[in-house]
T-cell receptor, first 117, second 115 residues
Framework: AQKITQTQPGMFVQEKEAVTLDCTYDTSDQSYGLFWYKQPSSGEMIFLIYQGSYDEQNATEGRYSLNFQKARKSANLVISASQLGDSAMYFCAMRDREGSSASKIIFGSGTRLSIRP | NAGVTQTPKFQVLKTGQSMTLQCAQDMNHEYMSWYRQDPGMGLRLIHYSVGAGITDQGEVPNGYNVSRSTTEDFPLRLLSAAPSQTSVYFC??????????????FGSGTQLSVL
């Protein structure tokens, strides 16, 4: 069955430091996609980065990169040079088919990141 | 660009009342879904749809009904509201129902309180 696990409910990081948010997943599918979303205090959901299961390179988007370790079923988000505006909830998500003809997306429980000035 | 529009933004219900959360998208997206967000639980999938006339259950479907009569609309119905349904509800859509790289576009959310 699909499952996403985020084991860090909350993290505090000093401004300008790098931070890694953990995400592990479980699926029986060979083809799937992994996503990270950011939810600031305003409540909107903002897409950050995507990694496909067959992508050989780790995905990068500006200060965001995804440390994808397929054998370990982990997809950690790395934020380099953190900024005060990075303070938010971060959700890991996975899209797969689980034997169906269509795919659906499930989310982890989230990590609340707080950046200290 | 309207994107995904959810109404209402806030709602207070009494136990046993019924209501419908509205969701509409103007991007011709095949896939639409409803999530609820609770503290410590993340976003949990309630129901999803891969096209007009096709719906399926997610992780927490009990107490909720959906239908998809058009590509644009995907309403979520609470037939008899319970305090356990107090939550923030998000509607989200994506262009394709099969693509693994299809990200979700989210509505702004509905904060529902059931007293």
């Amino acid at each position: 069955a699909q499952k996403i696990t985020q084991t860090q409910p909350g993290m505090f990081v000093q401004e300008k430091e790098a931070v890694t948010l953990d995400c592990t997943y479980d699926t029986s599918d060979q083809s799937y996609g992994l996503f990270w979303y950011k939810q600031p205090s305003s409540g909107e959901m903002i897409f950050l980065i995507y990694q496909g299961s067959y992508d050989e390179q780790n995905a990068t988007e500006g200060r965001y990169s995804l440390n994808f370790q397929k054998a370990r079923k982990s997809a950690n988000l790395v934020i380099s040079a953190s900024q005060l505006g990075d303070s938010a909830m971060y959700f890991c998500a996975m899209r797969d088919r689980e034997g169906s003809s269509a795919s659906k997306i499930i989310f982890g429980s989230g990590t609340r990141l707080s950046i200290r000035p | 660009n309207a994107g995904v529009t959810q109404t209402p933004k806030f709602q207070v219900l009494k136990t046993g009342q019924s209501m419908t959360l509205q969701c509409a998208q103007d991007m011709n997206h095949e896939y639409m879904s409803w999530y609820r967000q609770d503290p410590g639980m993340g976003l949990r999938l309630i129901h999803y749809s891969v096209g007009a006339g096709i719906t399926d259950q997610g992780e927490v479907p009990n107490g909720y009904n959906v239908s998809r009569s058009t590509t644009e609309d995907f309403p979520l119905r609470l037939l008899s509201a319970a305090p356990s349904q107090t939550s923030v509800y998000f509607c989200a859509s994506s262009y394709s129902r099969t693509g693994f790289n299809e990200k979700l576009f989210f509505g702004s959310g509905t904060q529902l309180s059931v007293l």
